[in-house]
């Protein structure tokens, strides 16, 4: 194989390895944002959209009344289950 030859499978091999790499970046940081668009999104709708389990992909109109709702009164009504009394599970 002369120089030339071997010069140009050389640059074919770096250009599909670069192609390659690119390609698993890409795909590894869309599996990780993913979920958190899903959650962004899911923040501008309503509650009801989210509990019948719709999952929209676009942005909803509540967005704004969501975000004020939740600066403003927080966690108002809702509770969080007791912590167990014991690490064992029993009680003394």
Known sequence: MDDDALAAATRRRQARERIMSH????????IFAFPVWITLVGSTHDASTIGRGDVPLLPGPHAIENYTAAWTSGGEGATAPAPPRSCC???R
């Open 89 to 91: 599970g029993t009680a």
């Open 23 to 30: 390609g698993w970046l890409i795909l590894g940081v869309l």
